[in-house]
């Protein structure tokens, strides 16, 4: 397996600001049938991409919403959710003149979600997955329909969805009843920094209500995109996570004073897993200068959290990889129902609904990251303990001064938490729908604590940063290597240097908010 030159790294960090950078206003991207990529998605966000539907997606959307109504005219045979109740009422038969009502019944009546609100970045991720699939040509909703969503996403209306209330199949109802309320002029929405209700605001656009038609709340309501959407910016957190993860380690590393055999290519040639070995590679790029890292006064072995951070942190990237095949499948599907196969000439029910797929690898990605958290904590421990000619808890006059003894304990505590967050939410089912719908994913869950496993990971990175940052203090004279001596450099202006005891929890929110203003190229991510 080859180890790809990582030499592009210290070139893009040595140049970096490590502040937010003013971000370009791109044209347009055109909903199409080609493969949506999460670095796509990546750019869209960042770059405030409008959307718009290309002509391909706009005959697919007419001709399956056409198709749907020369059906209902001319075929009087039941179809779930078209002409019938929903779930365990799929056999109650609904007459042509209440199918428009029916629509719009589902969606008021499912829109029963609680608990927090959904961050409004989410929110706007599901309604570009939303978009996305809807534009396939499956789902027979009309053409204004798809059309208002993009509308509310150019113009950055943002719905305002609960995190509590989907079970993770039939879709994410409840969430996505949510999103979809808005179309009607009911429930709430976000413009700029206010909230407003939503017939208040399509009043101001000059909008008119959308009045769905057979199917429509259905395809909005069945689907996965509360799931995907969450999957979708865990990922992308989680990459950056990865990344800075293994740079904070090489950081601890040299602190440590560690030996550098362990992160030798040879180690890792005869056990060539895809993630460890590019974690050895890494290590050794963003080490490769360091005067400590060469110098001979060093110990046989290490400790486990130093020595296998090319194991433990590889097998976290394999999960990334893993995972982010799973999502890039899911957001390039249709997964409302029934669907609608025109050239076929069938209406088919079936269960792409269902979120197994996601819930396992939410469960996946939230262990992984939870164990890169697990393994700094580690490292922090080991840097307080006066071990290798360091200060206990890397203050001069330990004693009068406590040092950074505390920052640990909230590591730990934060460790502790992810890990009661990592119990797989997969493994769970609950009956619903009067045992029509007798096993679901509980995906929703698995993907709104995943969320808070990155954010408790991003609280853990930035309190080693802080230790290891105070411990190679302690190695002066000696250097570190230029891309970390450069990086530090930055750091040191927004947490200096600890000679005596102060408020650490100032030092610890202004290293998180460090770590949130420190951007990454995408190739440095999803290679």
């Known amino acids: 397996m080859p180890i790809q030159s990582l030499n592009f790294i210290k070139t893009f960090t040595l140049n970096c600001t490590f502040a937010p950078q003013p971000k370009t206003m791109e044209e347009t991207h055109y909903i199409s049938s080609d493969l949506l990529t999460l670095s796509m998605i990546k750019d869209i966000v960042e770059t405030q991409k409008k959307l718009d539907l290309s002509e391909e997606a706009i005959l697919n959307i007419r001709k399956s919403h056409e198709y749907l109504q020369n059906k209902i005219k001319n075929n ?29 019944n589902l969606v008021m009546s499912h829109a029963c979600g609680t608990g927090d609100l959904v961050p409004k970045p989410i929110v706007k ?6 978009i996305q699939s809807l534009s396939y040509g499956y789902s027979g909703v009309q053409l204004e329909t798809v059309q208002r969503l993009i509308d509310f996403y150019n113009h950055d209306i943002i719905p305002v969805v609960y995190q509590q209330g989907s079970l993770g199949a039939s879709g994410d109802l409840a ?62 957190k989680g990459y950056e996570l990865s990344y800075l993860a293994d740079l904070i380690a090489s950081i601890s590393i040299d602190a440590f004073n560690c030996n550098m055999s362990p992160y030798n290519a040879l180690v890792h040639m005869v056990r060539p897993h895809r993630g460890q070995v590019k974690t050895a590679a890494q290590i050794l790029e963003f080490l490769s200068d360091s005067e400590i890292a060469s110098s001979e006064d060093k110990k046989v072995q290490d400790p486990y959290s130093f020595r296998c951070v090319p194991q433990v942190h590889g097998a976290s990237k394999d999960t990334l990889y893993f995972v982010h095949k799973t999502m890039k499948t899911e957001i390039n599907s249709v997964t409302d129902n029934p669907n609608i196969f025109v050239a076929d000439d069938l209406i088919i029910s079936g269960g792409n609904f269902h979120g197994q797929p996601l819930a396992m690898a939410l469960d996946y990605l939230a262990i992984a990251m939870a164990e890169l958290g697990n393994i700094s904590e580690r490292r922090t421990y080991q840097l307080v303990s006066g071990l290798r000619d360091l200060p206990a808890f890397l203050v001069n006059h330990p004693g009068l001064n406590s040092g950074f003894m505390i920052p640990q304990y909230t590591a730990a505590s934060i460790v502790s938490q992810n890990k009661q967050y990592a119990s797989p939410a997969s493994i769970d089912s609950i009956v619903s729908s009067n045992g029509q719908e007798d096993h679901v994913s509980m995906g929703a869950n698995a993907a709104t604590k995943c969320l808070k496993v990155i954010e408790n990971l991003h609280t853990i990175l930035s309190i080693e940063l802080m230790n290891a940052s105070q411990a190679l ?55």
């Not at 045979?77 to 029916?102: A, M, Q, R, W």
């Not at 909230?195 to 057979?214: C, G, M, N, Y």
Request: glycine share 6%.
């Open 125 to 130: 991720i599901m309604l570009l997955l939303k």
């Open 76 to 104: 009087d045979t039941p179809i779930y959710g078209i002409n019938t109740g929903f779930g365990s009422l799929c056999d109650v038969k609904i007459s042509s003149e209440h199918l428009s009502k029916l629509q719009e």
């Open 175 to 236: 969430p996505l009843a949510h999103l979809s309320l808005p179309l009607l002029g009911k429930g709430e929405v976000y413009h700029g920094s206010k909230r407003f209700q939503a017939e208040e605001l399509l009043k101001s656009f000059e909008w008119d209500p959308i009045t769905l038609k057979a199917k429509e709340g259905l395809a909005l309501l069945n689907g996965t995109q509360f799931m995907s959407a969450y999957g979708v910016y865990c990922l992308l």
């Open 473 to 527: 203090e302690f190695r002066k004279p000696k250097k570190s290597s230029t891309f970390i001596e450069t990086f530090l450099e930055s750091y040191r202006k927004v947490v200096p240097f600890v000679a005596e005891d102060r408020l650490l929890a100032d030092d610890i929110h202004n290293s998180i908010d460090f770590l949130n203003s420190f951007e990454i190229e995408s190739t440095l991510l999803f290679e």
